[in-house]
């Protein structure tokens, strides 16, 4: 990374979906995947994204200041810390991974004197929205094409009931300008979906607000946000309830600065688990996992479809349990995939799809509505992409069957729609297809990955870059 751009830089988008041809760094760059000898070594992934995300942002709403090891330093966190320092914290970077944030406190946020460009990060965008939605500021996000896609209301709606008022574009899009509430009064809000970033969004409102703020959801997903705001001193506590989980935050606590070791991203781990997995005859090591169970259900799934990973030397570093994970390959055979474990993996549907493609019989994952909405439109993406790389597939509104026939005759090219993890899952596709897979754009896997291709070359993968 280049020290003297140290949150890195961005082009124009286009704003359709169906015809995104420039990736966040300028021309698509096209790749083809092919098929790999046996994969052996060791995969050291990045750090996790959620937890570098809420590092940075806890971070600037803490006094003094919070050191960070293991920071993933993907094109989303920078854009995060970018932010940060845009509502006046300091965000230093000492070394690869190492970096310092100076606070504000809570309330303290000045308004930024420009928009704020979240680039392709919702977890950014819609964590910050909530950071800055009770100081009495008024600030305007915009993303790139799959950012401005998304949808909002699910944020906006919550912080309106502590006073905040949005004006965005239809459907509550991106760019919107949001006017923090002056006089913020605390919320009880129940998550209408499983959501850590509606969740998160509330939660980091009610830091600013008086009194208590309570959130309620119905189905567990990702508690980082509760364990960080606990490790920087705030007074929160979840209880088990018939109606779910119900978190209460206190108001306006003073947060101080903290020193976070952020563990390796699950999410990201599980693409060389996948490729050791589909590549016969590979070995590797995967070392330093996060194991949080709000988090590791692609562990369960794999080990249901027979897959042999051994979960070594397990720990906890920076308040999360951490494993390093032994993958063999074997083979899998498809599963019904049970749908209250959707929250705890619905960024791994995409490589499940993949590997659940190779393996025998079919893989049904029910209760996935939520991927639609993510980067792009998962279940659409992979669903096209598979079936034309050979792979049957059933879809549904909020389903998606991959019919695993062992071998898959590979051939096509993949649209990645500007998403980091359908770009890296259709790479393991290539990796056990008869013929080469190829991508239309590699250029998202810096969001969340930015050594994929060299780390998957150096266990064994053959990557080629392409012309168009
Ligand atoms: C995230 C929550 C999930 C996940 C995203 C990261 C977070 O989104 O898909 O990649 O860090 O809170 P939802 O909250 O929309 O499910």
């Not at 910050?128 to 709606?157: H, K, W, Y």
Request: aromatic share 4%; proline share 7%; hydrophobic share 40%.
């Amino acid at each position: 990374m280049d020290p003297t751009r140290p949150f890195g830089y961005r082009t124009g988008q286009n704003t359709q979906q169906e015809s995104i041809a420039m990736s966040s760094h300028g021309p698509a760059r096209p790749m083809s995947s092919l098929k790999s000898a046996p994969l052996r070594g060791e995969a050291l992934v990045p750090g996790d994204k959620s937890i570098s995300h809420r590092a940075l942002i806890l971070g600037a709403l803490s006094v003094g200041e919070t050191r960070i090891s293991g920071l993933l330093e993907g094109q989303d966190v920078l854009d995060t810390g970018k932010a940060m320092q845009a509502f006046g914290a300091k965000v230093t970077r000492i070394e690869a991974g190492e970096w310092r944030v100076n606070g504000v406190g809570v309330g303290g946020f000045q308004e930024p004197s420009d928009v704020i460009d979240c680039g392709n990060a919702g977890t950014g965008v819609r964590l910050i929205m909530g950071a800055m939605a009770t100081s009495d500021i008024t600030v305007t996000f915009t993303g790139d094409a799959s950012l401005r896609a998304r949808p909002m209301g699910r944020i906006t709606d919550p912080l309106a009931l502590f006073g905040t008022e949005t004006t965005g574009r239809s459907g509550g899009r991106l760019p919107l300008t949001m006017k923090g509430a002056k006089n913020p009064i605390p919320v009880c809000y129940k998550t209408p979906m499983p959501s850590a970033q509606v969740k998160s969004a509330v939660l980091l409102a009610g830091l600013n607000a008086p009194g208590e703020t309570v959130v309620i959801e119905a189905e567990a997903t990702r508690d980082h946000t509760e364990r960080m705001l606990a490790g920087f001193g705030a007074e929160i506590s979840t209880e088990i309830m018939a109606e779910g989980r119900v978190i209460t935050l206190k108001g306006q606590p003073e947060l101080l600065g903290q020193t976070i070791a952020v563990p390796r991203d699950p999410s990201s781990a599980a693409f060389p688990v996948a490729a050791a997995l589909l590549v016969e005859g590979s070995e590797i090591l995967v070392p330093g996992i996060g194991q949080n169970p709000t988090r590791n259900g692609i562990f369960t799934t794999l080990i249901e479809m027979g897959a042999d990973i051994t979960f070594e030397n397990e720990r906890i570093e920076g308040g999360e349990p951490v494993a390093d994970l032994r993958v063999r390959f074997g083979p899998l055979k498809g599963i019904e995939v049970p749908p209250a474990r959707a929250p705890s993996m619905i960024d791994e549907y995409p490589i499940l799809a993949v590997i659940a493609a190779t393996a025998t019989g079919p893989t049904v994952m029910r209760g996935i509505k939520e991927m639609r909405v993510k980067e792009c439109d998962r279940i659409d993406a992979m669903a096209r992409g598979l079936e034309a790389n050979g792979v049957r597939v059933e879809e549904g509104e909020d389903y998606l069957i991959v019919h695993g026939m062992g071998a898959v005759p590979g051939g096509a090219t993949c649209k990645t729609f500007l998403d980091h993890r359908i770009a890296m899952s259709f790479m393991c596709l290539g990796m056990a297809a008869e013929k080469p897979v190829k991508i239309d754009d590699c250029g998202p896997v810096e969001t969340s990955f930015p050594d994929f291709i060299p780390l998957m070359e150096r266990l064994g993968a053959h990557f080629r870059k392409e012309n168009g």
